[in-house]
């Protein structure tokens, strides 16, 4: 998915399912279905896109 724009965090009221893949990358979502990618430890976040509400995110390892 290609970045839309940068947000200060997400709206963690609204934040249903956090993954962090490592001490630095994560991605979160949640209710009105934005997604979000960090990739310095939660400090900015990235919009990547909406699907929907969205209730988990996990990534196999």
Same mark, same amino acid.
Request: proline share 5%; aromatic share 14%; no cysteine.
């Given at each position: 998915?290609?970045?839309?724009?940068?947000?200060?965090?997400?709206?963690?009221?609204?934040?249903?399912?956090?993954?962090?893949?490592?001490?630095? =990358?994560?991605?979160?979502?949640?209710?009105?279905?934005?997604?979000?990618?960090?990739?310095?430890?939660?400090? =900015?976040? =990235?919009?990547?896109?909406?699907?929907?509400?969205?209730?988990?995110?996990?990534?196999?390892?």
């Amino acid at each position: 998915m290609e970045e839309l724009h940068s947000a200060p965090k997400p709206h963690f009221r609204a934040t249903s399912a956090i993954q962090m893949l490592d001490a630095d =990358n994560g991605y979160s979502g949640g209710k009105g279905g934005w997604i979000y990618k960090t990739d310095d430890g939660g400090f =900015n976040w =990235n919009i990547l896109g909406s699907i929907g509400t969205l209730l988990d995110i996990s990534f196999p390892f």
